[in-house]
């Protein structure tokens, strides 16, 4: 259980973009393992993608190709650059860690202890 905190997040077109900031504090936020996922009304929490701190990425199919993890060890944050907003990729968005572990990363809420209040996101026209 460590301090995250999500940012980002807000109204936008079909197609446009969002990127979501993950910051952390009192720990190497880049160097854990890390999860997003998203909630969308009415439905249950899905992964979106996942990072470990070897570089390995995982995306689910259905944002494959526009949605980026990316880090930033200078100021302890980790992002998601999510391009080509779709309406479906409404819902509140959230960021997980968990410590570095083996070399993949997985997109199950189980395998993260630490997560962050979540940040609205709706695409809406």
């Known amino acids: 259980h460590l301090p995250i905190v999500e940012s980002g997040g807000g109204l936008v077109q079909p197609g446009g973009s969002l990127r979501l900031s993950c910051v952390a504090a009192?720990?190497?936020?880049?160097?854990?393992?890390i999860g997003w996922f998203r909630q969308a009304p009415g439905k249950g929490r899905e992964g979106v993608s996942c990072?470990?701190?070897?570089?390995?990425?995982n995306y689910a199919e259905a944002v494959k190709g526009r949605f980026a993890i990316s880090r930033d060890h200078a100021n302890n944050a980790v992002y998601l650059q999510m391009n080509n907003l779709k309406p479906e990729d409404t819902g509140i968005y959230f960021c997980?860690?968990?410590?570095?572990?083996?070399?993949?990363?997985?997109?199950?809420?189980?395998?993260?202890?630490?997560w962050g209040q979540g940040t609205q996101v709706t695409v809406s026209s």
């Open positions: 009192g720990f190497t936020l880049p160097q854990y393992r």
């Open positions: 997980a860690a968990a410590p570095p572990r083996g070399a993949y990363c997985s997109r199950g809420a189980d395998d993260y202890d630490s």
């Open positions: 990072a470990n701190d070897l570089g390995y990425t």
